[in-house]
C-alpha cells in the first residue's frame, strides 16, 4: 500500500528522478488544514505573497527525512543511507556535499556515518563508471580500431599504443542542409576543459581544416592523419542524431508554429535545450535553433531577430484586453489593424483559398501614431522591433527582411513614392507571394525565389500612388488627427504600458485558433464576398480592392463567437464597405487613366490645347463610332479629343513635371479600355490654333484679299463627357461670359 500518501509518494519518486537527471529539485510542502485535512495547491497559494513565504527546502534532506521516519529497525535505515549516500555523489560536487553531510548528520547518527556512506557510494560509482568505461573500449577497439583512454584516443598497433588525440568528442547532432550541412559537438580534452563546437562539414572531410576547428577552440590536438580521423568518424556519425536548422520562423508546413526560443506545437510550447535542439512530440524530429545556442550566448551582434521573436509571458494579460485597449486609442483604424493582424496569423489557410493576401497600409501626418499602431500589432510577436526604411534599404535586404517569417507581421517604415521601381514591383508581388528571383551560386547557378509568407504592413507619410496597381493590393488605412485631449493621452500611454511589460505571450493564445481557422475561413470567406458584392452591387468597385478587404472582415466572423475581438462582424462589415468606397474612388482618381485627364485639364488651364482645335465638347443624341451608332433619348455631352496631337502633348509635359508617363500605345489602350470610351471617329474636324491663335489662309476674293480660317481632319477619341466630370474631377469647358462661382 502506500506508505506516505498519494502526493508525497508522486514527489519523492519525481524528484529523484529529477535528480538523476542532473537538475537541482526542492520542495514546498503544503501545511495540513483543519482536522488535518489536505489542501490544494490551487485553494492555498491564493496570492503571490502566500507563494513567497512558503517554506522552500532541499530535495535530498526532505526526501531522507520521510524515508527514515518510515525506515523501522536497523536494516531498513541502512537501506536509507545507502540511497540517500547515492543521490548526494551524484552530485558530483564537494562543497554540497559536505553541506548535505551537516544536514543528514542531524537525521541520524551524526556526520562521520554519512561522510563514510557518502565515500563508499561515490566509489561504487567510480568502479560502474570504469566498468562501462571498459566495455565500449572494448566495443571501440573491436569495431573502430580505437580506444579512449584519460580523455583522449589512441589506437593498438604492433609497436604499442598509439595516442590520436588529447581529447575526445561527444556527438550530439547532424544539422542538415544541402550547402550548409554542420555537426555539434561536445568536446573534452585530457585536462577535464569541455566546450560546445560546431563544425561545418566542410570541414570534417579536410584535415587541416579540422585541426584548425578543433585547437581555435582551445587544447584540442588532433595528432593522427586522416585516415584515423575517418574511422573517428565512423563512429561519430553511427551516434549522432539529426536535426534540422530552422531558417524561417513562424508557422511550418509541417504543422508547428517556431518562435526563437522554442516551439509551438499543438498547444504545447517546447523549450530548446542548451545547445538549440528542440525536441518535439509525435516523431516530428528534431529543430536546430542557433539563437538559443549557448555557443553563441555572448554573440549580441548575430541572431538579433531570432532573440526577439518570441513568445515569454512576462505579464498576466489577455488577448482580449490587448485588442480591446487598441481599439480604444486608434478607433476603426485599430479595428481593421487587427482584424488584418489575426488573419496574418493563418495566411497559409487564406492564401491556399484566394491565392492573395492584402497588405496593410497604414497612412498619416508625421505624430498622427501611425508607426506606434504597426509597433503595437508587432509587439505580440517581437520583445523589440528592429525597425526596416523602405528608403534606405536594398531590395536584397527587404526581401531578407520579408521572408524571414510565415504567418507573421512584418512592418516596412517610411514608404514614399520616390522609392523607385525596382521596390514598388517588389511590394506589388509580396501581394500573391512573388518575392525576389536571383541566381544562387551555391547551387549550380539555379534560379530561386526568395520567400513571401509573411503579412507586411507599411506605414508612411505618402499615399502609394505611384503605382496605382500597388495601392489596390493594399488595404489602406488613414490617421489624420495629431492633437489628443488629455483622456486619450493616457489610453494610449496605457497601451503603451501593456506593450511595453510585454505582450508576445498573446501570440500564443491567438495561434490556438488555427482550428477553427481550418475549419471555418472558406465559408466565412465566400459569405463574406457576397454580402460585399451585393451592397456594391451599384457601384463600380474594383474587385481587387473587394477581395482584399473581405478577407479582413472574414477573420472576424470566424472569431465572432469567441468574443475574443472588442466588435463583432456586423460592425467590421460596415467600417469595411466604408473603406471600399473610399479606396476605390481613390484609386479611380489616381491611376494612369486619371493622371492622363489630370496632364489634360493642366494643358488646357495653360493654355497648351485648344476648345475647337485639340477638342471638342457636343451636345448630340446620337453618335457615329467605329464599329456602333449609339444613341440616347436625352441630349447627351460627348467629348472628342484629337489623338495625335494630345498624347503627344501628354507625354512632352508630364515628362517634365515627373509624372509617370505611359508610351503611347499603353495610354492608347488604357483609354479605349476605360468606362468613359465610347468609339474612335476616323474623321472629325478640328480648328488649327497655334501660340494660342487660329491659323488663317489668303484667299482671293471678289478682287480684293481675304484671310479665312483654318482646319484639318483628324481621329477622335470620343468620351462620356459628364462621367469624365464625375470620376476625375476634370472641367474642360471655356465660359465666355462673367458668372457667379457655382
Not at 251 to 276: A, M, R, S, T
Amino acid at each position: 500500500g502506500q506508505t506516505y500518501g498519494t502526493g508525497i509518494e508522486k514527489v519523492m519518486k519525481n524528484g529523484a528522478a529529477a535528480l538523476a537527471a542532473g537538475l537541482s529539485v526542492s520542495v514546498i510542502e503544503i501545511p495540513l488544514g483543519e482536522g488535518c485535512t489536505k489542501a490544494d495547491p490551487d485553494t492555498w497559494f491564493n496570492s503571490r505573497a502566500k507563494l513567497h513565504d512558503a517554506e522552500e527546502v532541499d530535495f535530498i534532506p526532505w526526501y531522507a527525512a520521510k524515508r527514515l521516519v518510515m525506515a523501522g529497525g536497523t536494516d531498513g535505515q541502512s537501506q536509507v543511507v545507502k540511497d540517500v549516500a547515492g543521490m548526494v555523489a551524484a552530485t558530483g560536487d564537494e562543497v554540497r556535499e559536505k553541506m548535505y553531510i551537516a544536514q543528514l548528520g542531524k537525521l541520524l547518527q551524526g556526520r562521520s556515518l554519512w561522510a563514510q556512506a557518502v565515500a563508499a557510494a561515490k566509489k561504487t560509482r567510480a568502479e560502474q563508471e570504469e566498468a562501462r568505461e571498459g566495455d565500449k573500449g572494448r566495443r571501440l577497439l573491436s569495431r573502430y580500431g580505437f580506444y579512449e583512454r584519460g580523455g583522449c584516443y589512441f589506437a593498438m598497433t604492433e609497436k604499442g599504443d598509439v595516442q590520436w588525440s588529447n581529447f575526445t568528442l561527444k556527438p550530439l547532432f547532424h544539422i542538415k542542409d544541402p550547402i550548409t550541412a554542420k555537426r555539434l559537438f561536445v568536446a573534452r580534452n585530457f585536462e577535464g576543459q569541455e566546450v560546445f563546437i560546431e563544425i561545418k562539414q566542410a570541414d570534417m572531410v579536410n584535415l587541416a581544416a579540422f585541426q584548425t576547428v578543433m585547437e581555435s577552440a582551445g587544447n584540442f590536438i588532433w595528432m593522427a592523419g586522416g585516415k584515423e580521423l575517418t574511422k573517428l568518424k565512423a563512429y561519430l556519425y553511427e551516434n549522432t542524431q539529426t536535426a534540422e536548422e530552422v531558417t524561417q520562423f513562424g508557422w511550418h508546413p509541417e504543422g508547428f508554429y517556431i518562435f526563437g526560443n522554442g516551439i509551438l506545437q499543438n498547444g504545447v510550447f517546447h523549450e530548446g535545450d542548451d545547445f538549440g535542439i528542440v525536441h518535439l512530440d509525435d516523431g516530428a524530429g528534431n529543430y536546430y535553433i542557433p539563437a538559443m545556442s549557448k555557443l553563441y550566448a555572448k554573440e549580441q551582434s548575430l541572431f538579433r531577430f531570432e532573440r526577439q521573436f518570441v513568445a515569454v509571458r512576462t505579464q498576466d494579460l489577455a488577448l482580449a484586453d490587448y485588442f480591446r485597449q487598441l481599439a480604444v486609442v486608434y478607433g476603426d483604424t485599430g479595428r481593421v489593424a487587427i482584424a488584418w493582424l489575426v488573419a496574418t496569423c493563418f495566411r497559409d489557410i487564406i492564401v491556399r483559398k484566394t491565392r492573395f493576401f492584402p497588405l496593410l497600409n497604414v497612412f498619416g501626418p508625421k505624430g498622427t501614431g501611425k508607426s506606434e499602431l504597426a509597433l503595437a500589432l508587432m509587439a505580440i510577436f517581437q520583445t523589440r522591433t528592429t525597425l526596416t526604411f523602405l528608403t534606405n534599404s536594398s531590395r536584397p535586404a527587404l526581401a531578407e527582411t520579408v521572408a524571414q517569417v510565415a504567418n507573421a507581421p512584418v512592418h516596412l517604415e517610411e514608404y514614399k513614392n520616390s522609392i523607385g521601381f525596382e521596390k514598388i514591383e517588389f511590394l506589388k508581388g509580396i501581394w500573391d507571394g512573388q518575392g525576389r528571383s536571383r541566381m544562387n551560386m551555391d547551387r549550380d547557378k539555379r534560379k530561386e525565389t526568395s520567400k513571401v509568407d509573411s503579412g507586411v504592413v507599411i506605414t508612411g507619410q505618402e499615399i502609394p500612388t505611384a503605382d496605382i496597381a500597388l495601392f489596390s493590393r493594399l488595404v489602406f488605412l488613414m490617421l489624420n488627427k495629431t492633437s489628443f485631449s488629455n483622456a486619450e493621452r493616457a489610453e494610449f500611454e496605457t497601451l503603451r504600458k501593456m506593450k511595453e511589460a510585454g505582450v508576445t505571450h498573446l501570440s500564443l493564445e491567438l495561434l490556438n485558433y488555427r482550428p477553427l481557422f481550418e475549419q471555418e475561413f472558406v465559408a466565412a470567406y465566400n459569405n463574406t464576398c457576397n454580402d460585399f458584392y451585393e451592397y456594391l452591387k451599384d457601384n463600380k468597385v474594383e474587385d481587387r480592392i473587394i477581395n482584399n478587404w473581405a478577407i479582413v472582415a472574414a477573420a472576424v466572423k470566424v472569431l465572432d463567437k469567441k468574443k475574443v475581438l472588442p466588435y463583432n462582424y456586423t460592425e467590421i462589415k460596415t467600417i469595411a464597405l466604408q473603406g471600399i468606397i473610399e479606396q476605390n474612388k481613390f484609386c479611380r482618381q489616381n491611376n494612369d487613366t486619371a493622371n492622363f485627364w489630370g496632364i489634360v485639364a493642366y494643358l488646357q488651364q495653360d493654355g497648351y490645347i485648344y476648345n475647337g482645335a485639340d477638342y471638342k465638347i457636343k451636345v448630340v443624341t446620337s453618335l457615329q463610332v467605329e464599329g456602333r451608332n449609339i444613341s440616347w433619348d436625352d441630349p447627351h455631352e460627348v467629348l472628342l479629343l484629337r489623338k495625335s496631337r494630345v498624347i503627344a502633348l501628354y507625354r512632352k509635359y508630364g515628362a517634365q513635371v515627373g509624372d509617370n508617363i505611359l508610351p503611347t500605345p499603353t495610354i492608347e489602350s488604357y483609354l479605349k479600355y476605360s468606362a468613359e470610351f465610347l468609339g474612335r471617329k476616323r474623321s472629325e474636324r478640328f480648328k488649327l490654333i497655334q501660340q494660342g491663335r487660329e491659323v488663317t489662309q489668303r484667299v482671293e476674293q471678289d478682287g480684293g484679299a481675304a484671310y479665312k480660317p483654318t482646319s484639318s481632319i483628324d481621329q477622335a477619341l470620343c468620351f462620356d463627357y459628364a462621367a469624365l466630370v464625375s470620376n476625375y474631377g476634370i472641367n474642360l469647358r471655356v465660359d465666355t461670359q462673367d458668372g457667379d462661382d457655382d
